[in-house]
Each structure stands twice: as structure tokens, then as C-alpha cells.
């Protein structure tokens, strides 16, 4: 580890000042979290009735959660695919559990930040949450020319949706992905139409579209930054306000190795080394498909690139 370069705190499960011992308890009436309120979540039960429970001292629970609750009192179920944000203080915080997908969200305008769309796929595939991407604002996407790139690079590592919010194409395809009860939540540039597309999905939602957010760094959200919300069809979706900083979570180079998005044929195959970082290691199946011309240059700078980023002290601390 580069010297000056601050701890990083646990991956797996959640961090340490999100998990402290909690008093928990056998049985209760489950339910999912739906909103949370800072001190108290809201908790959606089986039958469609929901509760305000307060948190004890200590205790943490976020969207997306199972839980229990017994008298005023909640229990939180183990949780997967839990999808952290580094909050301004440069802790990471825990915004949503237990997602199945991820929904990288990016649109024609604002385009996102170069590298936004790799570092998603990183993030999705390390916290064990399969990502699809959607390109949002389609009306707007002349001659179809950014959906058919982004379907160039990205299709062959997840489902790629072109929509548009405004004018309901192609939306029909993102209910069919959460069918079943799964749970997916949209991250992505500020003003990309995140709140649009699940106001787009769930009937007789208003959230509030293009509002300020934290990203920006003068929010009108202040403590709610997610909100769970159940499809017609089944499934839930999480809109997540102002995730300018959602890409900066604590990512290991090790993590962009495994997760590329383009590299998943030559992982398959697997590199000499367990540790490789597909740089200029003897044996690595990704340098050997950049040589067959099976994985195009351009991804691979942009892989070096990010690596690059997760290597620079600099990064930890955006
Ligand atoms: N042309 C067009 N504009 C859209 C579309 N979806 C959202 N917008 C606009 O983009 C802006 C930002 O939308 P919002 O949902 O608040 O984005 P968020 O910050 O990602 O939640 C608003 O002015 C929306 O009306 C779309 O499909 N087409
Ligand atoms: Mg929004
Ligand atoms: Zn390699």
C-alpha cells in the first residue's frame, strides 16, 4: 500500500461505521424497507400496509433491506448486493441492499464523465449486483448513432436499453428484467432522467424531476437518498438523488481486473496469474485477445486508464 494512503475499510458485508452489533431478535412480521428517514425507515409489509419504525441507537438500515419487526422494534436480515456511495466527508455509506440490478443510467445530454459507464460495471460486479445500462433520452439520440456505439462496446456484457422517458420507448423492458420480486435501482449523472424513468415506471409516482441535488453540492435532499418503489408487474426499483460521487467508491485495481466490461470471454479463460492486471503480465488472456484483435485497443487504454485512476491516492479522496 502507497504510503499516506488512508485505510480502506471492509468490503464484504457492510462497512464498519455501518455495521455495528445489532440487537436482533427470532421472528417478527417481515418487510422491506421502502425510505428512510435518518432516524426512523419506512417499512413496507407483505400485505401492502406500511410503518414508520424508529432505529435504535446504533442500529442501521437502509433501503432494500428485510427486515422484522416485532412491537415497535425491527431486526435486519443479512443482506446481498449492497451499493455504497462515499458521502462528503469521504466516508462510504450504504444507500441500497439487496439488488439484483443495477441500472447505469446515461443520456445523450448530459453525456457522462469519460470512464462513468466502466467504473459502473466495476462497481455492480464487485458488490455482486449484475448491471445493465440504459441510454435514456433516445428522442434525442439522432440516428440512433450513441445507441448503437454503446451497444457496440456494452451488449455483449449486459442487457443495453434504449429508451426515452418523455416518449415511453423501449420502457417496456426494463419491468421484464425485475419480474419475479427482484430489486434494481438506477444510478447515473445528475439530469440524466433517473427520476423520470421511474416516474415513467410506477403509476401514480411524482418524484421530483430535475430537482438540485447533492452532486451538486447545494442539495434539497437532505437525509432521503433513495427511495424503493414497487413495479405494477412485480420487482422494485431504487431512484437514487445526485450520485456525482456514486463512482467514487473504494475500488481495487484488482476489482476494474476481474469486472471490465469487454474482458468477460478472455476471464473465462483466465490469465497465468491469479493477480494479473492484464498490464504487460506474461500469460494474460487479455493482452493475448488485444493481440488477436478480439478486444479493440481503445477498451483496453480505457481499462489502463481506470486502473490507473484506482491506483492515484487522488481518486480516493474525490
Ligand atoms: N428529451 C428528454 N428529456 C428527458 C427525458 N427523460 C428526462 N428528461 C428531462 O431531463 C431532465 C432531468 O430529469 P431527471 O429525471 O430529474 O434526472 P435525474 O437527475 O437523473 O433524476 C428533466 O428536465 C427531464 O424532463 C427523455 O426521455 N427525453
Ligand atoms: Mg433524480
Ligand atoms: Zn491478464
Redo the contacts with the bound molecule.
Keep these: 500500500m502507497a504510503p499516506g494512503r488512508r485505510k480502506k475499510p471492509a468490503r464484504r458485508g457492510r462497512s464498519a461505521e455501518d455495521a455495528p452489533p445489532q440487537p436482533d431478535f427470532e421472528g417478527g412480521t417481515p418487510g422491506l424497507v421502502v425510505a428512510h428517514h435518518g432516524v426512523a425507515v419506512l417499512v413496507r409489509f407483505e400485505d401492502g400496509s406500511e410503518r414508520q419504525i424508529w432505529l435504535q441507537p446504533d442500529q442501521r438500515a437502509v433501503v432494500g433491506d428485510r427486515v422484522r419487526v416485532r412491537g415497535d422494534r425491527l431486526a435486519v436480515d443479512p443482506a446481498h448486493g449492497v451499493l455504497r456511495r462515499r458521502d462528503p466527508r469521504g466516508r462510504e455509506r450504504t444507500i441500497a441492499t439487496n439488488l439484483d440490478w443495477l441500472g447505469i ?1 446515461v ?3 448530459p453525456r457522462e464523465p469519460p470512464g462513468y459507464i466502466d467504473r459502473g460495471f466495476v462497481i455492480a460486479r464487485a458488490a455482486g449486483i449484475e448491471p445493465f445500462l440504459v441510454l ?5 439520440d439522432e440516428g440512433g448513432a450513441l445507441g448503437a456505439r454503446l451497444e457496440e462496446i456494452y451488449a455483449s456484457s449486459g442487457p443495453v436499453f434504449r ?5 415511453g ?1 423501449g420502457l417496456e423492458q426494463i419491468p421484464v428484467l425485475l419480474a419475479g420480486g427482484k430489486l434494481g435501482a ?1 444510478v ?13 415506471l410506477v403509476p401514480d409516482l411524482d ?5 438540485l ?1 447533492r452532486g451538486s453540492g447545494k442539495g434539497t435532499h437532505t437525509t432521503t437518498t433513495a427511495t424503493l418503489h414497487a413495479l405494477p408487474g412485480g420487482g422494485f426499483l431504487v ?4 450520485f456525482k460521487d456514486f463512482i467514487a467508491v473504494d475500488l481495487e485495481p484488482s476489482e476494474a481486473a476481474a469486472g471490465f466490461p469487454g474482458f468477460e470471454v478472455p476471464l473465462e479463460a483466465g490469465c497465468r496469474f491469479r493477480d494479473c492486471l492484464h498490464r504487460t503480465e506474461p500469460g494474460c488472456g487479455v493482452l493475448a485477445a488485444l493481440a488477436a484483435g478480439e478486444i479493440d485497443e481503445r477498451r483496453h487504454r480505457a481499462y489502463l486508464q481506470l486502473v490507473e485512476e484506482l491506483e492515484s491516492p487522488d481518486d480516493q479522496r474525490r
Design positions: 443510467v443520456a445523450v445530454e435514456n433520452k433516445t428522442d434525442l429508451v426515452s422517458a418523455e416518449s420507448e438506477f447515473g449523472p445528475s439530469g440524466v432522467g433517473k427520476s423520470s424513468l421511474v416516474n415513467a418524484l421530483r424531476v430535475g430537482a441535488n431512484d437514487t438523488a445526485g
